[in-house]
Each structure stands twice: as structure tokens, then as C-alpha cells.
């Protein structure tokens, strides 16, 4: 990719694709009428920060597109599946939504781990290292089955197309390509910056890290993996994008191989109306970004 090219990302939704440039958000999304809604957004103080160009501190930027900017734009696109307004998530139970979502996603994948690995090492008798290890690879374990379960689902597996639908735009938007559904088709439904090889670097670099700290009864270890949620975060994504900068080096290539495999279960092949649809997101943002920065 040409260091040249604007910085790109986007995101799945429920019937829709999300587009972040550097100063705005776009989300095109089909609504339960079947008509097309666009909804833009100016994106907020910290992403136009001088946090967003120091290595280390821009992970936190990352992290809260993950946690926060996403699950708002998959609540908001939710909304445009329901017929009545008074079952739409808006205001304080929109908020409510991002706390729970945030909430079980630390549980899951966090305090459950070391929780669980801590009763294991004390009914075997292991040692601290060996039981963060076995932390670690609970962690693994339970990310990669909760992606084998969830795509399974028709609802979700609509959204893992339009996941691939966002790959394949960004990618031949990266390739130089014409952006029209057939020309995009043709690309990869993998992206080396995707935020599923992120979460994956996450719970590696989480494996590595908590294998350090040594013993710690368990409410310091709960608190140690809250703790160390941002910084682990802050170097994953530093990873993923010296990784995404070095696809030619064939050592590279390799040891980001489980970061791509992991994206074929969270991306499917799309149709080339859900393509459409991302390329629209696209085209919008690069309107808006060009207008803002001549």
C-alpha cells in the first residue's frame, strides 16, 4: 500500500457499511422499507488530537473505534430494522447499550479468563506462569468459538458479507481500482488491518504480557487485566500497521497468516448490492475528507 494513500477504515453493520476517514464517519444502510440511508457524522475531539500520530497512544484511537464509535453505528443501524420509533435505542438507552456491550465483552474475554484460570491453578497446584499461559490460551479458545458460533446465525452472517464487502472496497481502493461492485468483487475478502486480526494481536500479546506479572490473588489479577487492557491495545495496533506496511517481506507475510485466517470467520462473500453499498460509504467519506482538507 502506497504510504501516500489516505488512512481508511470501515466496519460492518446490520444491513450497511461504516467509513472512517480522519474527520468524519459514514454509514450507508438499507432500511427495513428497502430504501438507502445515509447517516455522516464529524468525528470527535480525539481523533483530530496529536494522540493520533504518537505511536503507542494512537492504539487508544483504535480501541475506541473497537468499543465505543462501532457499537454505536450498529445500534444506530439497528434502528433502521425496526418499524415503530418507540423501539428504536436512542438517547440514554443508547449509552445504556454501549456500557452493557462494553461490559460483556470485558467479561467474556477478560475477567471470565483469569478467573477461570485461576481456579485452575489453584485445584492442580500449577505455577503463576503456567497459569497465565492457560489464561491466555482459555482467552483463545473462547474468541475463536465465539466467532465459529455467532457466524452461524443468518442475522450475523449478513452482516460478516458486508464485512467482506468493506474488505474488498478497501482493498481496491488501495489497489488504484475503479470503484464499481463488479471491479471490487474481484478482491480479497481479507484485510491486514481489519479489526479481527486486532482483537487476535490482543489476545496474544495479552498471553505474553500476563505471563510476566507472576502470581497475584485473584481480585489484583482481575484488576491487573483491566488495567493492562489499553496498553496491550496501544501495541497491537502498533503491530498491525508496521505488519501492514511490510506485506512484501516474506517473514511478515508469515507470522500474520492466524491474523488473516482468523478474518474467514468474520467475513463472507458478499452480493453487489452489499458491495454497493460499501463503496457508497466510501465515496462518501473521500468526498468529505477532501472537502475539509484541500
Known sequence: MSEKLPFYGGQAL?????????????????????????????LGAIYQSSIKTVP??????????????????LTISAN??????????TGGSLYLTLAISIGMAVLLFFIAPATLSQL???FLGINAVLGNLIEGLIRLVILIAYLELIQKIPDVNR????????????????AGSDLNPQAVSQYSLVHPRCGTSFILTVV?????????LG????????????????????????YIRWSAKHLSNPFVSFIIKPNLWLQRLTTSEPTLDMIEI?????????KSETLITP
Open 14 to 42: 446490520i444491513e450497511g457499511v461504516l467509513m472512517r476517514g480522519s474527520h468524519v464517519a459514514v454509514a450507508t444502510m438499507k432500511g427495513l422499507d428497502g430504501k438507502i440511508y445515509i447517516h455522516q457524522e464529524s
Open 56 to 73: 503507542f497512544l494512537r492504539g487508544i484511537i483504535a480501541l475506541w473505534d473497537a468499543m465505543v464509535l462501532g457499537t454505536r453505528f
Open 80 to 89: 433502521h430494522q425496526t418499524e415503530k420509533p418507540e423501539e428504536q435505542i
Open 120 to 122: 485452575i491453578e489453584n
Open 159 to 174: 452482516i460478516f458479507k458486508y464485512h467482506g464487502a468493506e474488505h474488498k472496497t478497501i482493498n481496491a481502493f488501495e
Open 204 to 212: 496474544v500479546f495479552s498471553i505474553i504480557v500476563f505471563s510476566l
Open 215 to 238: 502470581p497475584l490473588p485473584i481480585f489484583w489479577r482481575i484488576v491487573s487485566r483491566l488495567v493492562f487492557i489499553i496498553p496491550i491495545a496501544s501495541i497491537a495496533y502498533e
Open 278 to 286: 460499501a463503496i457508497s460509504s466510501l465515496r462518501e467519506v473521500i
